[in-house]
């Protein structure tokens, strides 16, 4: 991972919610955008914000599995392993499919420019500017249904 800032508040805030909302056990967090390359390095960035709180983590790429490759190579040995750990699983839209999307306790979606949102995440963060993303919060009620995904 290349040297960032310091002081990145957006990995703080999603490192302290997720371990508020999930603080022990096999948890899996996926990050998704339509960039995987985006979507790896922000996940390996959030992985070293966990780290540093002395939270055991990996970061794996999906590499475009369907439901059932995620299942059978990502989250069932995981869960098998029985560790308090996270695992963060980076790719694309793939990741909040709908059959998919059950399989995280927490996602990240991440937005650069005027992308749409996708709706099914947990999170939502700009990365228009990768030195500072922001997190986006979004009223779904006023998203025109032609957003939704």
Do not use: K, N
Request: hydrophobic share 45%; aromatic share 6%.
């Amino acid at each position: 991972m290349t040297a960032r800032p310091a002081t990145r508040p957006v990995f703080d805030d999603l490192a302290e919610e997720f371990l508020r909302d999930y603080p022990r056990g096999a948890r899996l967090l996926a990050v998704g955008s339509p960039s995987a390359e985006r979507s790896a390095a922000f996940a390996e960035e959030l992985g070293d914000v966990l780290r540093a709180r002395g939270v055991e983590v990996a970061v794996v790429a999906q590499q475009d599995r369907d439901e059932a490759g995620l299942r059978s190579d990502i989250v069932t040995p995981f869960r098998d392993a029985q560790a308090d750990a996270v695992q963060i699983v980076s790719g694309t839209t793939g990741l909040l499919a709908e059959r998919t999307r059950g399989l995280w306790h927490f996602s990240v979606w991440l937005i650069d420019g005027d992308e749409v949102p996708h709706t099914a995440a947990t999170a939502l963060v700009d990365v228009t500017d990768p030195d500072a993303p922001t997190r986006r919060l979004a009223d779904y009620c006023a998203v025109p249904p032609s957003f939704l995904t």
